[in-house]
């Protein structure tokens, strides 16, 4: 950490962002001084000043001990929450796992072609259509040669599998992608779809862990250097070059990269053994393996932690105002977490009377229009921060009396401090059971009613179980993806199984996510029971995280950025390092 400080003060930084930066110091060394002061107070006695004033020397000497024993605490807790823990991973099989990694292959693909990037591709496109064939015969020869030699932005420019380029050097953080060897890929795919060491995989998983490293060489037109490759650099198999200009290129753009990696704030690959990440001499690179990782955090007394629950007091206070009261889930979890619990305000009966003459005012619809407009329940997952004290003018404004509304609670993802007994969390499928046994309990619980009429491109969807959209008779309602681009869904919006029943769906709930809570939604609509996906009648997603999480952008920008503004700032230490948070997206968090 102190490394990671002053090497901050060698950049140039705004007034503001050293102002935060000197606020935080101060506020990390309320531990430091408390235990300095308690040193003082045994080593001699009190001065007059302070004996003239005993309740404020006991006191200050009271919150010092308060301070070292938390801090105490804090180093045990750390030290057990930085232990790595078994994380079950999403695919259960090769074909899932196969599955994945072309899904992931065709959102990279689609990243690598959105915004200003894919109009200068068209641009570039429509000019070379424009331009005679003899002008591209009389280039200079050299001209390949010195595009392969210009760096990183030339070799995009020359379209040279920008998807790759951008996936390896976003994943393995200051290397450059050429430098990514066979190994350091092989290790990066055991963990991202076996959630486990290269060197702890089985026989057969390590036979298909070197198949799908093969097949992703071929589908993306790549070749990743051995160990006994002297200059650890990637050969595409369609490259003509020779081997002293690919020598001189990989140094070039082996530069250029560092350079840009630490002019940008980006996270350099270094660890806590002194170890960097670029592929420099025999080194192997590292990667971005988040639940393999350390637990990236960063100390903060107990005064931090202290001004945060009175925030957290404060949002219940306004949460019951508005008439929320606190439930628990029936589910007892078999993890030793406790369970989950959700903040709930049943339907006001005056709302209900007035949109119930609201409507009989209306004309007549269809019996099936009728069913499909009838109000759904809302289910609000919030994201990372202070707990509901962040939406508290959301929920006076925006949250419905006429329907049920839950509003789930995230006490890791809250700032708040988990005492001994309290540490463990819910698996995903133990959140989804909770979540679906609390609709049910209301009687929220969703069915299907089948309709004779449906439609052919419904019925098709039913037998593929793809597609993942929600249905009612034959028509989408709504749609969520997985984040490479694609789902597995029944056209009766039950999802994954395909269950062949096609049929207008009743009960269920509107899920509402905000930034880390969609990944909750995502559980809900992956759900492997097709009764706990048909609870999903629509859905609201609010900054979401769940689209593209194989894309290395959220892991490396939320946990590994090293901040260069303000904001960044912020984040970086109120947030991405607090301990339980850290622990939480470092042990807990499946990108699958």
């Given at each position: 950490r102190v490394h990671e400080f002053l090497r901050s003060l060698e950049t140039p930084r705004s007034l503001a962002f050293r102002l935060w930066q000197v606020v935080i110091l101060l506020l990390r060394s309320v531990t430091l001084f408390a235990i300095a002061w308690l040193a003082w107070v045994l080593l001699r006695p009190p001065p007059p000043f302070w004996?003239?004033?005993?309740?404020?020397?006991?006191?200050?000497?009271?919150?010092?001990?308060?301070?070292?024993?938390?801090?105490?605490?804090?180093?045990?807790?750390?030290?057990?929450?930085?232990?790595?823990?078994?994380?079950?991973?999403?695919?259960?099989?090769?074909?899932?796992?196969?599955?994945?990694?072309?899904?992931?292959?065709?959102?990279?693909?689609?990243?690598?072609?959105?915004?200003?990037?894919?109009?200068?591709?068209?641009?570039?496109?429509?000019?070379?259509?424009?331009?005679?064939?003899?002008?591209?015969?009389?280039?200079?020869?050299?001209?390949?040669?010195?595009?392969?030699?210009?760096?990183?932005?030339?070799?995009?420019?020359?379209?040279?599998?920008?998807h790759v380029r951008r996936f390896l050097s976003g994943w393995f953080p200051g290397t450059p992608a050429e430098a990514v060897t066979h190994r350091a890929f092989s290790e990066w795919c055991a963990w991202a779809f076996f959630n486990q060491e290269l060197s702890e995989l089985p026989p057969a998983a390590?036979?298909?862990?070197?198949?799908?490293?093969?097949?992703?060489?071929?589908?993306?037109?790549?070749?990743?250097?051995?160990?006994?490759?002297?200059?650890?650099?990637?050969?595409?198999?369609?490259?003509?070059?020779?081997?002293?200009?690919?020598?001189?290129s990989s140094s070039s753009s082996s530069s250029h990269h560092d350079k840009g990696a630490h002019d940008n704030g980006e996270y350099d690959g270094s660890r806590d053994d002194g170890s960097r990440g670029s592929g420099g001499g025999s080194a192997t690179p590292r990667s971005i393996r988040l639940s393999l990782d350390p637990v990236f955090d960063t100390q903060r007394p107990l005064v931090y932690y202290a001004v945060i629950a009175l925030f957290n007091g404060l949002a219940l206070v306004i949460v019951w105002l508005l008439g929320f009261r606190r439930r628990r889930s029936p589910v007892t979890p078999s993890s030793g977490a406790a369970p989950l619990t959700v903040m709930f305000r049943g339907a006001s009966s005056s709302s209900v009377s007035v949109a119930s003459s609201v409507a009989s005012s209306l004309p007549s619809l269809e019996e099936e229009e009728e069913e499909e407009e009838e109000p759904l329940p809302v289910v609000f997952i919030h994201g990372i921060g202070v707990g509901f004290i962040h939406y508290a003018l959301f929920l006076c404004v925006c949250c419905p009396s006429e329907v049920s509304v839950y509003l789930v609670e995230w006490p890791?993802?809250?700032?708040?401090?988990?005492?001994?007994?309290?540490?463990?969390?819910?698996?995903?499928?133990?959140?989804?059971?909770?979540?679906?046994?609390?609709?049910?309990?209301?009687?929220?619980?969703?069915?299907?009613?089948?309709?004779?009429?449906?439609?052919?491109?419904?019925?098709?969807?039913?037998?593929?179980?793809?597609?993942?959209?929600?249905?009612?008779?034959?028509?989408?309602?709504?749609?969520?993806?997985?984040?490479?681009?694609?789902?597995?869904?029944?056209?009766?919006?039950?999802?994954?199984g395909g269950d062949g029943i096609v049929g207008a769906c009743r009960g269920g709930a509107c899920f509402v996510g905000h930034s880390l809570g969609t990944?909750?939604?995502?559980?809900?609509?992956?759900?492997?029971?097709?009764?706990?996906?048909?609870?999903?009648?629509?859905?609201?997603?609010?900054?979401?995280?769940?689209?593209?999480?194989?894309?290395?952008?959220?892991?490396?920008?939320?946990?590994?950025?090293?901040?260069?503004?303000?904001?960044?700032?912020?984040?970086?230490?109120?947030?991405?390092?607090?301990?339980?948070?850290?622990?939480?997206?470092?042990?807990?968090?499946?990108?699958?």
């Open positions: 004996a003239a004033h005993p309740v404020a020397y006991h006191g200050a000497t009271a919150l010092a001990c308060a301070e070292a024993v938390f801090f105490v605490y804090y180093v045990l807790a750390r030290k057990r929450l930085h232990r790595l823990k078994p994380l079950p991973h999403r695919c259960r099989g090769p074909e899932e796992r196969r599955e994945l990694m072309e899904q992931s292959v065709a959102a990279m693909r689609l990243a690598a072609k959105e915004g200003p990037q894919q109009e200068q591709e068209q641009e570039q496109e429509s000019t070379q259509q424009q331009e005679p064939k003899q002008e591209h015969e009389s280039e200079p020869p050299q001209r390949e040669h010195e595009q392969e030699q210009g760096g990183d932005d030339d070799a995009w420019a020359a379209g040279a599998s920008p390590a036979v298909e862990l070197r198949e799908s490293v093969a097949w992703f060489e071929d589908e993306c037109d790549w070749r990743f250097p051995h160990s006994d490759d002297t200059h650890g650099k990637s050969r595409r198999r369609r490259s003509s070059s020779s081997s002293s200009s690919s020598s001189s890791h993802v809250c700032m708040q401090v988990q005492w001994w007994g309290n540490e463990a969390q819910l698996s995903i499928d133990e959140s989804v059971d909770s979540l679906r046994a609390l609709l049910e309990m209301d009687g929220h619980g969703a069915t299907l009613a089948p309709t004779t009429t449906t439609t052919t491109a419904a019925v098709a969807a039913g037998e593929r179980g793809s597609g993942r959209g929600h249905r009612n008779g034959g028509r989408t309602r709504s749609g969520s993806g997985r984040e490479s681009g694609s789902g597995n869904g029944g056209a009766n919006g039950s999802g994954g990944t909750a939604v995502a559980w809900m609509l992956h759900a492997r029971e097709a009764a706990a996906r048909r609870l999903v009648r629509s859905v609201v997603l609010l900054d979401p995280v769940t689209f593209l999480l194989c894309d290395p952008a959220i892991a490396s920008n939320f946990l590994h950025r090293v901040p260069r503004t303000v904001l960044e700032l912020l984040m970086h230490f109120f947030v991405s390092r607090e301990l339980f948070i850290a622990h939480t997206l470092s042990r807990h968090f499946s990108w699958s």
